[in-house]
């Protein structure tokens, strides 16, 4: 029997607990759903079927050992705020690729997305050894563009007409963080946490 690694990785700090994706997380991430999450994503779970179908296929590219994907969870009261994953895993070109993350409205603009970035950002580079992990973002996504810079992404380019998304000819941005850089992201991403109020309600953090 083969084990799967992936399946039991987990991430966590004080704040935010990132778990292995399961079938079961489908009807809690449809429970927080938005339409608007779906405007620049290449599938739209905009309703709980469609979710499921997103879970499903979430976990297959896992099984194959070609993504990982969590479910971010809010330690202090187990609340599911949103899920990203770990993917186009390369480990002979020691390279991979965070996407597919979207939180519910509740947790926007709060210090969750860049937590679940750190912890994401410290596994491809610490354990899995990565020597680039890389974001590609919407070129009209200003506001997630903006949050990419602002963790320490650096842009490298714009993919121009990546595909045609329901009607629109896209462009992509590329974003990465090297193996040099790791060490000063994750020093300016450390004194930003410590910035954060624990005992603040999630709504207020920003």
């Known amino acids: 029997m083969v084990v799967n690694l992936y399946e039991s990785i987990i991430l966590e700090n004080e704040r935010i607990r990132l778990i292995p994706m399961q079938p079961g997380h489908a009807r809690e991430l449809h429970e927080i759903n938005h339409e608007s999450i779906w405007s620049y994503m290449l599938f739209q779970a905009t309703n709980e079927d469609l ?79 990565m020597m680039r992990v890389q974001i590609r973002a919407d070129e009209r996504n200003v506001r997630s563009n903006r949050a990419i810079e602002r963790i320490g992404f650096t842009k490298e380019g714009i993919i121009r007409k990546e595909r045609n998304l329901r009607g629109v000819a896209r462009n992509i941005i590329i974003y990465s963080i090297i193996d040099d850089e790791w060490p000063e992201v994750k020093k300016n991403l450390l004194i930003k946490q410590q910035s954060y109020m624990m005992d603040l309600p999630l709504e207020t953090v920003s």
Do not use: H
């Not at 896992?62 to 599911?80: A, S």
């Not at 949103?82 to 519910?104: H, K, L, N, P």
């Open 51 to 129: 979710m499921q179908e997103w879970v499903r296929s979430a976990i297959e590219l896992r099984n194959q050992l070609r993504d990982i994907p969590f479910v971010v969870v809010l330690k202090t009261t187990d609340e599911v705020l949103g899920s990203t994953r770990i993917q186009q895993i390369d480990y002979e070109r020691q390279s991979c690729e965070i996407g597919a993350s979207w939180f519910g409205t509740r947790a926007q603009r709060t210090f969750v997305n860049s937590d679940s970035k750190f912890l994401l950002l410290e596994y491809c580079f610490e354990v899995l050894n």
